[in-house]
Nanobody, 123 residues
Framework: QVQLVESGGGLVQAGGSLRLSCAASGRTLSDYSMAWFRQAPGKEREFVANINRRGDSTDYGTAVKGRFTISRDNAKNSSYLQMNSLKPEDTAVYYC????????????????WGQGTQVTVSA
């Protein structure tokens, strides 16, 4: 099975940018569709973006569409989330997830998760 480790979180001012990375080990990432979710305190886990195995098809949550970009580099066994025009409401723990099924927007469809990375956007 695959193990996932996120990095790149931190504190940024509103309007700024961050790039999150998700490094995979254990199995080749090209076997998996990938996704990013986020969870703010007291809220349910929210779909952010997903990408298919080849990296040529993506989907985004309504709240981030047009500001965030998901990508992957199967040669580097990594997935990325470029976050631009950040808002205070983007503050959350961000998780990457992997599934051998087709990409999905639902957390239960992803059996493999990283530990999360905190993103805090100040006003």
């Amino acid at each position: 099975q695959v193990q996932l480790v996120e990095s790149g979180g931190g504190l940024v001012q509103a309007g700024g940018s961050l790039r999150l990375s998700c490094a995979a080990s254990g199995r080749t990432l090209s076997d998996y569709s990938m996704a990013w979710f986020r969870q703010a305190p007291g809220k349910e886990r929210e779909f952010v973006a997903n990408i298919n195995r080849r990296g040529d098809s993506t989907d985004y949550g309504t709240a981030v569409k047009g500001r965030f970009t998901i990508s992957r580099d199967n040669a580097k066994n990594s997935s990325y989330l470029q976050m631009n025009s950040l808002k205070p409401e983007d503050t959350a723990v961000y998780y990457c997830a992997a599934a051998m099924l087709q990409r999905s927007i639902y957390p239960p469809h992803y059996p493999y998760w990283g530990q999360g990375t905190q993103v805090t956007v100040s006003a």
